[in-house]
């Protein structure tokens, strides 16, 4: 159990488009689900947080206007980048925890954003 | 300060020998400690984590060594093998509300030649 995905694995688009980033979790129901951004041979940087039904919390320095996230229900959120440049290509990866403390969580595949 | 120091940042093993990654964190409040591995490309899997009141936790060949009073933790991989080839990563996290969040160390990435 405990598995979570994410679609699409891999997107490429033009500087300026947004683009949208699923997360779900499969065999159970996520509390809390993150998202991080991890570049080329470096550690996953935490860029918020997010429960079902209300507004994300976004770590310092994340631009909320720019990394849009929904979190519609208890398995499925959405990371929407918004008007991207070739900056803000990387890897995404998201997780989710089932239990009440945030400690076990459990990731997805990552999606690989190339921008043009 | 919310830090989690991992070393080595790079380790070559021979097949069926050992390798161990370490992690220093600052924190009292932490009291969780997880490990994840990472093949490239695909998102970190949990491998095994250990909370404070204990201080071994074996799965397999893979023990998490905690010395609280050191505020260290270890990773031993007994009998590398070359499919253990990844990117490690320890983590750490404390109670409830952003205290909960994972902090991760920057990554050991383990070679394991056959």
């Known amino acids: 159990g405990a598995v979570v995905s994410q679609h699409p694995s891999r997107v490429i688009c033009k500087s300026g488009t947004s683009v949208k980033i699923e997360c779900r979790s499969l065999d159970f129901q996520a509390t809390t689900m993150f998202w991080y951004r991890q570049f080329p041979k470096q550690s996953l940087m935490l860029m918020a947080t997010?429960?079902?039904?209300?507004?994300?919390?976004?770590e310092q320095g994340v631009e909320k206007d720019k990394f849009l996230i929904n979190h519609a229900s208890l398995t499925l959120s959405t990371l929407t980048v918004t008007s991207a440049h070739p900056e803000d290509s990387s890897f995404y990866i998201c997780s989710a925890t089932r239990n009440y403390r945030l400690d076990t969580q459990y990731f997805g595949p990552g999606t690989r954003l190339t921008v043009l | 300060q919310q830090q989690v120091k991992q070393s080595p940042q790079s380790l070559i093993v021979q097949k069926g020998g050992i390798s161990i990654i370490n992690c220093a964190y600052e924190n009292t409040a932490f009291d969780y400690f997880p490990w994840y591995q990472q093949f490239p490309g695909k998102g970190p899997a949990l491998l095994i984590a250990i909370r404070p009141d204990v201080s071994e936790k074996k799965e397999g060949r893979f023990t998490i060594s905690f010395n609280k009073s050191a505020k260290q933790f270890s990773l031993h991989i007994m009998d590398s093998q070359p499919g253990d080839s990844a990117t490690y990563f320890c983590?750490?996290?404390?109670?409830?509300?952003?205290?909960?969040?994972?902090?991760f160390g920057k990554g050991t990435k383990l070679s394991v030649k056959p």
């Open positions: 983590a750490a996290s404390g109670r409830g509300g952003s205290q909960g969040n994972l902090i």
């Open positions: 997010s429960n079902e039904g209300s507004k994300a919390t976004y």
